[in-house]
């Protein structure tokens, strides 16, 4: 990997204008293979590298990418960064500065420690999976395997000493299965897999898989045979999947301060109560229980450590996720949420792992406690806006009737707005689980770690 180091001194120098600046080398590799119904659909390696920097100068930042990754080709970005700097401050000078930060420093590699293999064992793989679903569930009306990996290299030097070297890999098996019924397919989805290479997680034999595969073909079989709920405010429980994806994209945008800026509804809010006082929601940097999380980020793209930040204490909105940029106008402190996914990206303000806090109440006691309501697992496609109002669909789940799990649900939605849904917030369950596989779409994709435990509240469900 390119090594940035040697452009310290030229990297302090702030000269002509600039009051701070960064320089980035990033590569992204990327392996996606899929099966559709026994037939290879894609087999794709895609490779991304380069360099990039920025420099800040009378309230701008400039930026400037390269994508041949040389020390030579770094100076040129920072050259080009800082004229680009120097230019939007002379067109329109404007107020604004960067919060002061410590010396942050980060030298951390999740690399596997086991050999790459070819790309052919990947392959067989998925044809493998593939072949033992067909033998297995010959009544499935059709069937998808797709192997995925991502590994994120990134050496940032910035001009506050701040230095980050790492590397973060994520890979993940998903398996999709469609029945007929008598409403059309009806399909159902699970993923497995997390932080680490393809290597680390799948040398496996596809025999091993089994348990997992009945699971989910009973699942589409339950679903194909399911119902629609009724329409309207219900009592309902929400898995940790589909928690952590309402606290991600409902709650968690809002609470981003570049987007606070831009008028969300937490710009009002900070310091008021916004949810039931058992609800705590926090962003984690890199670990949570002693465990790392899906995302972990120790030192931001801006050189900035990564802290914890509490969003929601006890009910209560405590503080907004920052760039240094935002923490300076707003007078917090910088929480180390400045990310890029590309070298040729500027780095954002973005959520790492998001995750509502556990309870005390057991998931049983928590269905007994719902007359007439739903279980609602597995989060489909959606959308939230910055006033906090969403609607997702949902992929599973039950029916509750006299507090028993009763007949299988099919695919629904559910809507409302995320601080009314939090403070209905009446039980939250003892379990934690991370969903690894997700990715945010604010601009430029991100791949984020989501979670939390169950939680009972009222919100609106969609059906007949």
Known sequence: MLDLRSLKPEIASTSPSGTSCEVRFQENKSIRISMLNGQLMMNSQDVSRGVSARAFAGGYWGFSSQSVASLETARKALRDARRNAAFLQQRAPRNGGL???????????????????????????????????????PDLKARSVTLMSLHMRKQIVTS??????SMVPRSHLFVAMTKDSPHGPIQHREIRGGLGEL?????????????????????????????????????VILDSDLA?????????HTAEAD????????????????????????DFAHTYRGTVCPQPVHVDDEGVAATDTVIIDKGVLKTFMHNRETAEHFKHKATGHARAFTF??????????????????????????????????????????????????????YEIKNGKLGRALRDSTISGVAFDMLRSVSMISDEFTWESAGYCGKKQPMPVGMGGPSIKARVHVGGR
């Not at 506050?160 to 070297?165: A, N, P, T, V, W």
Request: glycine residues 12%; negative net charge; hydrophobic residues 40%.
């Open 99 to 137: 919060v002061g930060v410590a010396q942050a420093s980060s030298d951390k590699l999740y690399a596997s420690r086991v050999n790459p293999v070819p790309s052919g064992v990947w392959i067989e793989l998925v044809k493998s999976v593939d072949a033992l679903i067909a033998k297995r569930y």
């Open 160 to 165: 506050s000493d701040g230095f980050l070297s």
């Open 199 to 235: 290597q680390d997680l799948f040398l496996i034999r596809p025999d091993s898989l089994e348990g997992w595969l009945d699971e989910i073909y009973a699942r589409t079989s339950r679903k194909a045979e399911g119902i629609l709920p009724e329409a309207g405010m219900h009592d």
């Open 244 to 252: 952590g994806v309402l606290a991600h994209e409902a709650v968690g």
């Open 259 to 282: 987007l606070v800026l831009g008028g969300s509804v937490a710009g009002d809010n900070l310091g008021n109560v916004v949810a039931s006082p058992l609800v705590s929601l926090v």
């Open 344 to 397: 040729a990206d500027e780095p954002l303000i973005r959520m790492r792992n998001t995750a509502i806090l556990p309870g005390k109440s057991k998931l049983e006691e928590m269905i007994a406690s719902i007359d007439n309501g739903y279980y609602l697992m597995k989060s489909g496609n959606g959308q939230a806006d910055t006033t906090g109002e969403f609607m997702f669909a949902t992929g599973t789940g």
